[in-house]
C-alpha cells in the first residue's frame, strides 16, 4: 500500500464507521490530519507484530500470504551441529512458520526458545538430524532461528511487516492482505485518539476483531 492509499482507506473508515458523526470529519486542516495518519504508521506495524503474532489469523500461513526467503547458515555451536539464520534487521517477525535446512528430508516448525523443547538441541541423545531436525527462535533484534543438523543454506517462511519507515520517502508499505483491515482501523484509533473523539474505542475494537483477537484494550 503507498501512503497515500493508506490515508484515504482511514478516511474511509472513520467516514464509514461513524457515519459522518466523527469529531474530525468536519476537521478543515487536511493536511494536518494526514500528517498524523503518516505519523502512526510505524506505530501501527509494530502494533500488528505485537498483536497479530497469537492470531487466529494467522493459523494458515498460506492464506495470508506468507514470505520465503534462502537464507544463509552460519555457524553457532560446531560441537554439537548447530547453524543459526538472522532474519531482516528492517523487517518486523510476526509468525515463523516453517524452515527447512538444505539436504533435511523434511520442513520442522521453529519452537521457542523458552520451551523445554528447545533444550534437545543440545542433548546428544534427542539432538536434530536430517529426517529429525529441530529448529528454534531466538527472540533478538533481529530474530535469529537456531537450527539443527547444521546446513548451508535454509529457507524460512514467515509474515513479516517493514519497521522503521521513512512514510515521507516509502512509495509501498508492505502489509499482508488479511491483516490490511486491522492495521488500518488501528491506525484509524490512533487518530481518533489524537482528537480526543468518542469514536476511537470502536475503531480499536474493529482493529482487534479483523485479528480474530479479544477486545479488551491492554
Known amino acids: 500500500m503507498s501512503v497515500e492509499e493508506i ?3 482511514v478516511r474511509w ?5 461513524s457515519n459522518n458523526t466523527s469529531e474530525i470529519t468536519d476537521e478543515k486542516d487536511d493536511l494536518y490530519m494526514d500528517n498524523i495518519i503518516k505519523s502512526k504508521i510505524n506505530d501501527a506495524l509494530h502494533w500488528l507484530t505485537i498483536t497479530a503474532s497469537s492470531s487466529a489469523v494467522l493459523a494458515d500461513s498460506k492464506k495470508i500470504g506468507a514470505t520465503t526467503s534462502t537464507l544463509h547458515v552460519s555457524t553457532y555451536n560446531e560441537q554439537l551441529g548447530i547453524g543459526v539464520v538472522s532474519m531482516d534487521a528492517g523487517t518486523e517477525i510476526i509468525n515463523v512458520s516453517r524452515i527447512r535446512g538444505k539436504d533435511w ?5 521453529p519452537v521457542e526458545d523458552t520451551s523445554d523443547e528447545a533444550l ?3 542433548d546428544d541423545t534427542a539432538k ?3 529426517d529429525r531436525p ?3 527462535i531466538l527472540r533478538e533484534n533481529p530474530i535469529r532461528i537456531l537450527l539443527q543438523p547444521m546446513a548451508d543454506e535454509a529457507t524460512v517462511s514467515f509474515v513479516g511487516v517493514p519497521k522503521n519507515i521513512n512514510t515521507e520517502s516509502s512509495t509501498d508499505i508492505a502489509v499482508p492482505d488479511m491483516l490490511k483491515n486491522a492495521f488500518i482501523y488501528y491506525i484509524a484509533y490512533l487518530l481518533l485518539s489524537a482528537y480526543d473523539d468518542t469514536k476511537a474505542n470502536q475503531m480499536y475494537t474493529i482493529a482487534l476483531q479483523q485479528l480474530g483477537a479479544q477486545t479488551s484494550k491492554s
Open 120 to 122: 534437545m538441541m543440545f
Open 134 to 136: 529441530q529448529a528454534t
Open 7 to 9: 490515508i484515504k482507506a
Open 128 to 130: 536434530g538430524t536430517k
Open 105 to 109: 528430508f523434511k520442513a520442522v516448525v
Open 13 to 17: 473508515c472513520i467516514d464509514e464507521e
